[in-house]
């Protein structure tokens, strides 16, 4: 669906990457939800909370507690408040690891 979007004369958005990128965190495909985070930095479009906290719950599901915490630094540097579920998947993560 993305594919043909960028493909064709429909430019996805903010919501549009949030979209895929939590369907991926749903389906526990966090290196996909990473890969489509990086892509949305290269299409010019700034994550928002959304995504970077679906972006911090796929990496938490995928037991990646070093990848998910460093989103959870990125979204505190980028001058953006974390929500509940940021700090929530973020603590997860850690905690499943054993850490």
Known sequence: ???S????ELLPNVITYNAVISGFEK???WQH??????VMWKSHLLPDVTSITAAISACEKGKQ?????SLFEFIQNAGLLPNVISYSSAISAVEKSGQ
Do not use: E, I, R, Y
């Not at 979007?5 to 064709?8: F, H, R």
């Not at 939800?33 to 990086?38: D, E, G, T, Y």
């Not at 507690?65 to 915490?69: D, S, V």
């Open 1 to 3: 669906l993305l594919g």
């Open 5 to 8: 979007m960028q493909s064709g």
């Open 65 to 69: 507690w070093q990848q998910a915490l």
């Open 33 to 38: 939800a990473l890969h489509f985070l990086k």
């Open 27 to 29: 389906s526990g495909l």
